[in-house]
């Protein structure tokens, strides 16, 4: 799949927004060490929003996945945390390890990973 092409430097043009398929958000908030909610930073999630983008990179996912990263989304305890829209799929404990399964089972198999599954 080809890359949208960059927008030109054109006065008023308007960028057409991609139409991607799942928008990955996964918490990257960092508190103090020894706060009592912990915190997904601190579980290493920095490094995995980076190797989900490369894992979309390496899959030439980026038409239909959109990975961000984003301050604490509720429930800590369960981080690391990620939540998919728009089907609004809740995941914790996610950990590098993890990302080939997501990525062909949901990103690319449309199925959520069951055992990964959290309530919001
Ligand atoms: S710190 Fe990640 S969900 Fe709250």
Redesign the pocket.
């Known amino acids: 799949m080809a890359r949208a092409p960059a927008p030109p430097a054109t006065p008023g043009y308007i960028w057409d927004m991609p139409n991607w398929k799942h928008h990955v958000f996964i918490?990257t908030?960092q508190?103090p060490a020894g706060h009592p909610?912990?915190?997904?930073?601190e579980k290493g999630s920095p490094n995995l929003v980076a190797a989900l983008k490369a894992a979309v990179e390496e899959h030439e996912l980026w038409g239909t996945v959109k990975v961000s990263s984003s301050s604490?989304?509720?429930?800590?305890a369960k981080?690391?945390?990620m939540v998919v829209y728009p089907e609004g799929t809740w995941y914790g404990g996610v950990t590098e390890a993890d990302l080939p399964e997501l990525v062909q089972q949901h990103f690319v198999g449309g199925e959520r990973v069951a055992r990964l599954v959290i309530d919001g």
Not at 37 to 41: L, M, P
Not at 72 to 76: E, I, R, Y
């Open positions: 918490c908030n508190r909610k912990g915190s997904c930073g604490c989304l509720g429930p800590c981080g690391t945390t």
